[in-house]
């Protein structure tokens, strides 16, 4: 269960949304929101620690399958056979198709929305979590055959 939880791409989704919430907030700049950065912070700090945690216990219980903190490669990938490395080459075609389409409409927002402060932000928000769903999209529909 431990390997599967810190492989899936929910856990590298969800850092990607604390880190985002924490810039966003950090950016609206007025002094009631200093207790929420603060907060925002902690919790980011917290994750990691508790990410950092369950890889240590990960690594310790199965040391033939390590997962590596700062590994090139990142942790969701399962390329253990074959199999595993060709569901992970079809996720990551349908991501590339995804970027393929999204990313000059997302160009195209920024330019045309660029009078919105937050716009890029959130826009590279949503960008980065359709990759994630995609993946785990892909990931689901290849395991079941």
Same mark, same amino acid.
């Given at each position: 269960?431990?390997?599967?939880?810190?492989?899936?791409?929910?856990? #590298?989704?969800?850092?990607?949304l604390?880190?985002?919430?924490?810039?966003?907030?950090?950016?609206?700049?007025?002094?009631?929101?200093?207790?929420?950065?603060r907060?925002?912070?902690l919790?980011l700090?917290?994750?990691?620690?508790v990410?950092?945690?369950?890889?240590?216990?990960?690594?310790?219980?199965?040391?033939?399958?390590?997962?590596?903190?700062?590994?090139?490669?990142?942790?969701?990938?399962?390329?253990m056979?074959?199999?595993?490395?060709?569901?992970?080459y079809?996720?990551?075609?349908?991501?590339?198709?995804?970027?393929?389409?999204?990313? #000059?409409?997302?160009?195209?927002l920024?330019?045309?929305?660029?009078?919105?402060?937050?716009?890029?932000?959130?826009?590279?928000?949503v960008?980065?979590?359709g990759?994630?769903?995609?993946?785990?999209?892909?990931?689901?529909?290849?395991?079941?055959?």
């Amino acid at each position: 269960m431990l390997p599967k939880i810190l492989r899936s791409p929910f856990i #590298p989704m969800f850092s990607y949304l604390l880190i985002l919430g924490f810039l966003f907030i950090s950016m609206i700049g007025s002094e009631n929101n200093q207790s929420l950065v603060r907060v925002c912070l902690l919790i980011l700090m917290a994750f990691t620690l508790v990410w950092v945690s369950l890889i240590q216990l990960n690594n310790r219980k199965y040391p033939e399958s390590k997962i590596k903190y700062l590994g090139a490669i990142p942790p969701e990938f399962r390329e253990m056979d074959e199999g595993q490395q060709w569901v992970t080459y079809k996720a990551c075609r349908s991501v590339y198709i995804y970027y393929s389409y999204a990313l #000059p409409l997302i160009v195209g927002l920024c330019f045309a929305l660029s009078n919105i402060k937050f716009m890029t932000l959130l826009l590279l928000g949503v960008l980065g979590i359709g990759q994630y769903i995609i993946y785990w999209l892909s990931i689901r529909k290849f395991k079941q055959f």
